[in-house]
Every structure is written in structure tokens, then in C-alpha cells.
């Protein structure tokens, strides 16, 4: 079960990237992020309001709990920040495929932290993972993004580090607290922290280089879309026997849906390389998911 939930969850963030691309084309990317951590928590609202208007302010009323799950905002807010100037900024067949690098770096949180253990069918996915995050980096040197030249690239790479940080953070969150209510309360930390961040960019007068903002109706799919996502992710971690390296792994499959929507629909550059990296990316996750079953 918790496989197709982790199906799930990629399938969703396919689109959830796809809904960042369109949303994020000439726009201000303070902005929309600050109305998808608004949105967000208007849809998780529920949970919280039903548990206040029990006398329940979350996790028994524990600062302690909540202090942690603000941590999970800040390091939640902090990747998405990275990831959606780089978006941006960058194609997405590159930017999606770097994301893909998040499942080695859980890999090795996984093994030290949890004492997770692979068997040669999740290995073997994992090198293929990695060999096809390598690929896509040579072929980006190509378009012109390398490390030594592009901020993008590295926001992009400093996304996935943090991304892989969350990962490992959920896995200990869950072992205490009910996924739907972390789920519900760090979304509402995130939006007092990123108006707080927002306000403070406005009257310093620094804001995102991106110019004005305008309003599009995929910025409401980016909240709709990670919201879902979330949903199965956490209920994935949750249930006997899920493995957060697998998970995350293949939660990176999202890059298929992205992919395509770059090449078909922005006509991004070179495709057959490209399609090589993806279908190195498919044999690894079908890899995962044999040895997981």
C-alpha cells in the first residue's frame, strides 16, 4: 500500500512542477510562493480548526511538538525557496532531474540515521538514480548551466539537499505525531514565516527580481497539487514496513511528468539525451519498486 501511495504523491508533483513552470514565467516568485504557503494552509484548515475548537491546539498542546514541526517549516520553506527561483530560471528537464537527486542523499541519511538496509534490487536502483542525475548534469553543460557559472544551478542543488533533510526529518517526526496533523501545522507555520519574510522584503524594498506579479490560476494548482502529494507521502511513511529511502525515491518519478511537459509543450533542447537520462530514471525506479514488494 504505502508503494502506490508513494506513485501517488510523484504523480502529483509532476504537476505540482508543472503548475511552479507556468506560475512562476515572468512573475514574482516571492509572490506566488507566499500564496502557495496561503493556500496551503486554507486547505489544511480543518484539522486545525476542528482540533482548537475542541480545546486541542495540536500534538496534546506541546511547545516542545510545535517548536519541532516549526523546524520542519523553516526547512520545508527554505527548499522551496531554492527550488522556485531555479525553476524559474532554469529548463525544466534540468531543474526536475536535479530534484531526482534527493532519494541518494535520504540514501545516505537512511543508512546512518535509521539503520535502513537495501536489498540488491533497491541498490541497483539507487546506482541507476545516480548515474542519471550525473548524466543530465553533463547534459545541462551543454545549455550553458554549470555550478561554476550559474546561481540557478546551485539554488537548484541546494533545494534537493534541503528536500533530502525534510525527508529524514519526517521519518522521525512520524514516529510520534499523526501525519495529518504535522501536515496541517507546519503549512501554517510556513505562511506566518514566509508573510513575515515577505513584509520584511517589502519595506526594505529588496524584493524578488522577477518584477510585479500577476496573478494566474495554476498558482492554485501548485497548493492543490503538493497538498495531495503530501497527503500520501505522510500516510506512506506512516504505515508498517515503508522505507523513506524508497519512498523518496519514488517520489522522484514526478520527473516524468514534468519532463514531458518540457519537451512537448516548451520545446526544450536536446530530447534524445534527455530521453536516455529518463529512461535510465524508469529502469531505476521499477528497480525499487520489485525489490520493495
Known sequence: MWIILALLSALCLGCYDISKKVSLRGNNVLAVLFLNTLFCTLLMSPVIVGGVVKGD??????????????????????SWMLGYFSIKHLPLTIASPIAASR???????????????????????????????????????????????????????GAAVMGAVSALYDKYLLRSFEPLEVQAWYTLYQFLIMGSVLLLMMRSRHGDSGGKFTWRWPILLISVF????DI????????PGSMIAVVSMIRRGSVIVSFFYGVVALGERDVKAKLLDLSLLLAGLAMLVIGSR
Open 57 to 78: 491546539f495540536g500534538f496534546g498542546n506541546s511547545q516542545a511538538a510545535h517548536a519541532m514541526i516549526a523546524v520542519k517549516a523553516l526547512i520545508v520553506l527554505s
Open 103 to 157: 532519494p541518494v542523499l535520504v540514501l545516505v541519511g537512511a543508512l546512518l540515521v535509521f539503520g535502513e538496509r537495501l536489498n540488491l534490487w533497491q541498490w541497483g536502483g539507487i546506482a541507476l538514480g545516480f548515474f542519471s542525475l550525473f548524466f543530465i548534469t553533463r547534459i545541462g553543460r551543454k545549455e550553458g548551466f554549470t555550478l561554476r557559472n550559474s546561481r540557478w544551478l546551485w539554488m537548484s542543488v
Open 226 to 229: 503538493l497538498t495531495v502529494a
Open 232 to 239: 500520501a507521502y505522510f500516510y506512506a511513511l506512516s504505515l
